[in-house]
């Protein structure tokens, strides 16, 4: 027993012996690294450090004298300390501190990227299926030049989309608006991508309401189907009676739906980096930051509570409009939770089953009908700045009278107050023909590159502006899609808030299409435009900007005639001069101070490793002991104390090369 203690006493002791040393060489060293990283460069050099000195220098015999003892312990623990800095400067040049997982973090994602694994190979599995694993890697393919084999090869896409699951049907339904990117033939078939899924049984989306609402379903709803509505990859949709009577619509997240989701966006983030970097389609196409943008706009349909706020903010911008011909459902906000929502339920009939319905409504209020969701979307575009994505016939219901409402506003798009008012000029300018004006809004609406051919940018609007002035030109589709090829061909960058806007547009053709189908948006386009125009240039709107810009520039306006007769003295009179404070900014001293530092370290290491060298040089001096002088004493600590400052200097370099990498 006793024995067992003394062991046990004994370990306890080394340990703790061994973590107090790898915190002092952590101080010593100046930069903050892993404990782990510390404790194992304080092991081995406590373990290896004593046996290299004593072949570098032989260890005193035990009967000598106790200074010569001391001065070789205090040389020993000098050897060992530097000897763990430089183990520790080594191993963050060769493994950066972070750049591996910790045991604790490698063990917990042990299992994910066991998934991850399997999900790559089924992927791969899809692609080579559909013959597009070619597609993985070269340069440029010339087999798919040819209007045939790029349908043949939309086509394999699509299907490769569809059996890839929920993620990769939703970015091909995003990419089937990106004409763009995309040619036609591609964008046509990517439309073709159904959302639909097979039923969830109802015991699983029980337990999904009971937990996301905290209590039993009865305590809610006074009546709820179990039959759904509809069935969707992300959710399905119940109809139910709430306890007061109300008829609602109840929008359940499918169980396990998020997680699955987040692993396929880590994993197409993943292959988008890596066809951006080894292929030139991918570098051509912006893969990483067309990924983040559906990331973002995919991560936002699986939070309800998002979709909660974007329909009260639809609909009170619908209201301070005054429209009447365009409804939102109301959210339940008591009931809403991330996996589910609860919002009123509309009386209409989808719009792409509602032909019967819109026949009856006769050919005039049909064309009404249409001119109110074009005017819904403009004033969304420019005015309230939030608007919806993707407005296809399946996400509007169609009421007996011809109401309209919108559903599915868990993806929405927003617009700031500069971007709206370059979207206005753009409109505007397609509406009056002006080329220069239009080119000039669409440069403040991209992201231009180094060189910008204008000219030759104006005169390609110029020609498809033709086609918005041509009397009897109604190719909505070929107009748009002129212009997304024109800002693919120019290598303008499109931010997603535009892109979204784009988006908009180009699925609003075929939705007005669906409403009435003799439906001129171009002329209706040109109408919108000349009367956008009108309206800011009536008497009130011209005096409210006035207004603005008065009361904007007024404090500026008041002080500007003191300033300027300060001036005029201060020149007058010899006084005036310019003064710019250097470094000004934190950032600046701080980089400017760490250089100094590092400089002034290198230069004391330096200094201290010449004088040991001299001092060994011109030793030993006066003697300490029968073997050792002073020089070699004062010697050994000049070389401890320049062997510590330059690896300093070495680990701050690698910890910032680490970090700009």
Same mark, same amino acid.
């Given at each position: ?104 973090? =490698?063990? %917990?994602?042990? @299992?994910? !990227?066991?998934? &991850?694994?399997? $999900?790559?190979?089924?992927?791969? /599995?899809? +692609? *080579?299926?559909?013959? =597009?694993? %070619?597609?993985? @890697?070269? !340069?440029?393919? &010339?087999?798919? $030049?040819?209007?045939?084999?790029? /349908?043949? +090869? *939309? ?507």
């Amino acid at each position: 027993m006793i024995d067992f203690l003394g062991s046990s006493l004994t370990v306890v002791s080394v340990i703790f012996s061994v973590v107090v040393f790898a915190l002092f060489v952590r101080r010593l060293l100046g930069v903050r690294m892993g404990l782990l990283r510390t404790i194992v460069a304080a092991f081995i050099a406590g373990t290896l450090g004593p046996a290299v000195l004593e072949w570098i220098l032989p260890a005193p015999e035990v009967g000598q004298d106790p200074l010569t003892l001391g001065l070789y312990v205090a040389l020993l623990s000098g050897f060992v300390v530097i000897m763990a800095m430089a183990i520790l400067v080594i191993i963050e040049a060769l493994v950066p501190d972070g750049s591996l997982p910790g045991p604790l973090e =490698l063990w %917990r994602s042990g @299992r994910t !990227r066991l998934s &991850r694994t399997r $999900r790559y190979l089924h992927i791969l /599995r899809v +692609l *080579a299926k559909h013959g =597009l694993s %070619r597609f993985l @890697r070269g !340069r440029v393919h &010339r087999g798919v $030049r040819t209007a045939p084999e790029r /349908r043949d +090869l *939309a086509r394999s896409l699509r299907r490769a989309l569809e059996d890839g699951g929920v993620t990769f049907v939703k970015l091909g339904q995003q990419l089937s608006t990106r004409r763009d990117l995309l040619p036609v033939e591609f964008t046509t078939e990517l439309a073709a991508l159904q959302d639909d899924a097979p039923p969830v049984p109802w015991d699983r989306v029980r337990r999904v309401l009971e937990s996301e609402l905290g209590r039993d379903i009865a305590d809610v709803f006074e009546s709820i189907d179990p039959e759904p509505l509809a069935a969707a990859s992300v959710a399905q949709v119940h109809a139910a009676r709430l306890l007061d009577g109300s008829e609602v619509v109840v929008k359940a997240q499918r169980p396990g739906i998020s997680t699955e989701v987040e692993r396929d966006l880590d994993i197409i983030a993943r292959l988008a980096r890596t066809l951006a970097a080894r292929t030139e389609w991918g570098a051509t196409f912006g893969l990483p930051g067309l990924v983040d943008g559906f990331s973002d706009a995919l991560a936002e349909e699986l939070d309800f509570t998002i979709e909660s706020g974007n329909m009260l903010s639809v609909a009170t911008a619908l209201r301070a409009e005054g429209t009447a011909g365009v409804r939102v459902p109301i959210p339940r906000t008591d009931l809403c939770t991330p996996r589910v929502l609860v919002m009123e339920r509309m009386a209409g009939i989808p719009l792409g089953a509602a032909e019967e319905r819109l026949a009856a409504l006769g050919a005039e209020r049909r064309r009404e009908v249409a001119d109110t969701l074009l005017h819904v979307v403009i004033e969304q575009l420019l005015t309230s700045g939030i608007f919806h994505v993707d407005l296809h016939p399946g996400n509007l219901l169609v009421e007996a009278d011809g109401t309209l409402a919108m559903l599915d506003l868990g993806s929405v798009g927003r617009l700031g107050s500069v971007t709206r008012a370059n979207v206005g000029r753009l409109v505007a300018a397609l509406g009056s023909g002006d080329s220069l004006a239009a080119t000039d809004a669409l440069l403040e609406l991209v992201d231009r590159p180094e060189h910008v051919d204008e000219r030759g940018l104006e005169q390609e609007i110029g020609i498809i502006i033709l086609r918005f002035t041509t009397a009897g030109s109604t190719d909505g589709a070929a107009a748009f899609g002129a212009l997304f090829r024109l800002v693919a061909t120019q290598r303008l960058g499109i931010r997603p808030e535009v892109a979204a806007v784009f988006r908009a547009v180009a699925t609003l053709e075929g939705t007005v299409t669906s409403i009435d189908p003799g439906y001129d948006l171009l002329g209706a386009t040109r109408a919108a435009g000349a009367s956008r125009i009108a309206r800011e240039l009536t008497p009130d709107a011209v005096r409210a900007s006035v207004t603005h810009e008065l009361a904007t520039a007024l404090p500026i306006l008041r002080r500007l005639p003191r300033r300027a007769d300060r001036l005029a003295d201060a020149a007058e009179h010899g006084r005036l001069s310019l003064g710019v404070r250097l470094l000004a900014d934190p950032r600046d001293r701080r980089f400017v101070t760490g250089l100094w530092h590092l400089a002034l370290l290198a230069l004391l290491g330096a200094t201290a490793g010449l004088m040991s060298v001299v001092l060994f040089a011109v030793g030993p001096g006066p003697l300490v002991t029968p073997e050792i002088g002073v020089y070699h004493v004062l010697g050994s600590t000049l070389l401890c104390i320049s062997v510590i400052l330059v690896l300093r200097v070495l680990i701050v370099i690698f910890r910032r090369e680490t970090d700009e990498g």
